[in-house]
């Protein structure tokens, strides 16, 4: 069973701080990785991608992935209350070649004014 | 379109009856998902399209799930003889490629609640 791992949370930071979030997987194989962003009762959103090791950065974002411990991480800077959301960490099947995702449970982010 | 469109928004399905979620995925997107996401957990996945040709159906989680994509385009989902488990938010993505390489575009969902 390939499986993603998330802290549900909730994650709490003040308004301005720095935000981690963290995922790990299971699957040696996979090559991708995303982060997407879900907002209460709306569908998930794509925000990142990540395909090889180190960091990738997009504005106020940063991803992190390291493969040998198979860690994904997104950095969330200058946290602000709109960036209140839950995260999902998702990885592709490596053996399928489809795009299939596995999507991890989420963590639920709260930045408090 | 501009984006995913799943339709119905919200169905209520009396249990034992049948119903059909529909996707008009992106145009000229190759590749269809469909996922299920229960309360508080992140989507699962159901099955997989590319083009008119269902390459993974792996995740469905009974034969009471059937779906299907005949022209290339647009895809239903039909539940025969729903039951209250089958409740969920059902997501429809498409992406670019067939190998997922850019990640995908959600649909806004069909909320389904099974009485």
């Known amino acids: 069973q390939k499986e993603v791992e998330q802290n549900s949370g909730p994650l709490s930071v003040p308004e301005g701080a720095i935000a981690s979030l963290n995922c790990t997987y299971s699957d040696r194989g996979s090559q991708s990785f995303f982060w997407y962003r879900q907002y209460s009762g709306k569908s998930p959103e794509l925000i990142m991608s990540i395909y090889s090791n180190g960091d990738k950065e997009d504005g106020r974002f940063t991803a992190q992935l390291n493969k040998a411990s198979q860690y994904v991480s997104l950095l969330i800077r200058d946290s602000q209350p709109s960036d209140s959301a839950t995260y999902l960490c998702?990885?592709?099947?490596?053996?399928?070649?489809?795009?299939?995702?596995?999507f991890g449970q989420g963590t639920t982010l709260q930045v408090k004014p | 379109g501009a984006g995913v469109s799943q339709s119905p928004r919200y169905k209520v399905a009396k249990r034992g009856q049948d119903v059909a979620l529909r996707c008009d995925p992106i145009s000229g997107h190759v590749s269809l998902f469909w996922y299920q996401q229960a309360l508080g957990q992140g989507p699962e996945f159901l099955t997989y399209f590319q083009n008119e040709a269902q390459l993974d159906k792996s995740g469905l989680p009974s034969d009471r799930f059937f779906a299907e994509r005949p022209e290339g385009s647009v895809s239903t989902l039909k539940i025969q003889r729903t039951q209250q488990e089958d409740s969920a938010v059902y997501l429809c993505?498409?992406?670019?490629?067939?190998?997922?390489?850019?990640?995908?575009?959600f649909g806004s969902g069909t909320r389904l609640t099974v009485v």
């Open positions: 993505a498409s992406s670019l490629d067939g190998q997922g390489n850019y990640g995908y575009t």
């Open positions: 998702a990885v592709n099947e490596g053996s399928s070649n489809t795009g299939k995702l596995i």
